[in-house]
């Protein structure tokens, strides 16, 4: 029997659909979040395997994207400072 190159019959679940993605990576660069694509992605195998809740899943992309602009609001405001001593 030939080996199935499908990842959904090897695992159970389904992969992310190519539409999905390509709609995750317009909807993010539309908001000017990009980070929003890359957590997305990264936490989309994690979700599906722990079985989380929709809300679950936009609230850990969401909760990546606010601590990153948290830390890069933080690090324009040191840079700024810098500048002004």
Do not use: C, F
Not at 43 to 68: I, K, N, P
């Amino acid at each position: 029997m030939a080996a199935t190159k499908n990842p959904a019959t090897r695992t159970g679940k389904a992969p992310a659909s190519t539409g999905a993605v390509k709609q995750i990576t317009y909807l993010s660069a539309a908001l000017k979040a990009p980070r929003i694509t890359e957590a997305a992605a990264r936490l989309a195998d994690q979700a599906r395997d722990a079985g989380w809740t929709h809300e679950d899943y936009l609230a850990a992309v969401l909760e990546r994207e606010v601590s990153a602009r948290n830390a890069s609001g933080a690090q324009l405001r040191i840079r700024a400072a810098d500048s002004v001593a």
